[in-house]
């Protein structure tokens, strides 16, 4: 499986997405720090423009980092396994002595890893700017972290499994479709469905949401590589 993980990283050129993610993560770390210390989020009259309940700097830093990741890991899954159907390079990969599904499996492990990664890291330098930031500055927004706690970290790389786990669900809709788009704009979904608000009513605060999306993210998983053996695109 690993040889595999790393056919799909040389055959998908990964440097052009490190590179991609280095820049989102350089552009959202300016981006919130702007609005943390820069007074960006702010009224004229210089109090903080955010609802009740968003009025502390993880949330931005959730909500940015989260529509940010879910969207470019659909992008990587389309690219990686409905673009490769599309193109027929699948129907090549197919004839390598080994299943069909060990293979897409490998494809979907390959972008999770690598999008799990990118997201922690970079959710990490945010909170590193920020922390260190508040040091020497007034935010905006409440400091409602703690960097040294272990807590922190363990919600931190949950919250990140949670996140890129759900772009399985646009893959399903992708491949269902056989289009990239399909999987793309479902990934716009899932962000309204994750992270709008409806009035008073949201879902990103929610504790137990987020367990049961991703318990149907993986439900999702297993669908797209139950009938890859007999299915072609």
């Not at 979907?108 to 990118?118: D, Q, Y």
Request: with cysteine.
């Amino acid at each position: 499986m690993l040889k595999l993980i790393k056919l799909e990283y040389k055959k998908n050129n990964i440097k052009k997405y490190i590179r991609i993610a280095v820049i989102m993560a350089i552009i959202l770390c300016l981006f919130i720090f702007a609005l943390a210390f820069l007074g960006i989020a702010n009224d004229p009259d210089g109090t903080l423009d955010a609802a009740s309940g968003t009025d502390v700097i993880s949330a931005p830093i959730e909500l940015f980092t989260s529509m940010t990741f879910l969207i470019f890991t659909s992008v990587m899954l389309a690219s990686f396994i409905i673009s490769a159907y599309k193109d027929k390079t699948m129907n090549l990969m197919f004839t390598y002595p080994i299943k069909r599904q060990k293979i897409q499996a490998s494809q979907m492990i390959a972008v999770w890893l690598f999008n799990f990664i990118a997201l922690v890291l970079t959710k990490l330098a945010i909170y590193m700017c920020i922390f260190i930031g508040a040091k020497f500055m007034q935010s905006s927004f409440m400091v409602d972290f703690n960097i040294g706690s272990l807590f922190f970290y363990v919600q931190l790389l949950l919250k990140a499994v949670s996140i890129v786990t759900m772009s399985f669900i646009a893959l399903f809709v992708g491949m269902a479709f056989k289009s990239s788009k399909a999987a793309i704009i479902t990934s716009f979904l899932l962000i309204l469905l994750t992270q709008a608000n409806v009035g008073d009513l949201t879902m990103a605060g929610n504790t137990i949401f987020p367990v049961v999306l991703t318990v149907v993210s993986l439900v999702f998983a297993v669908l797209s590589i139950y009938n890859v053996e007999k299915k072609d695109f």
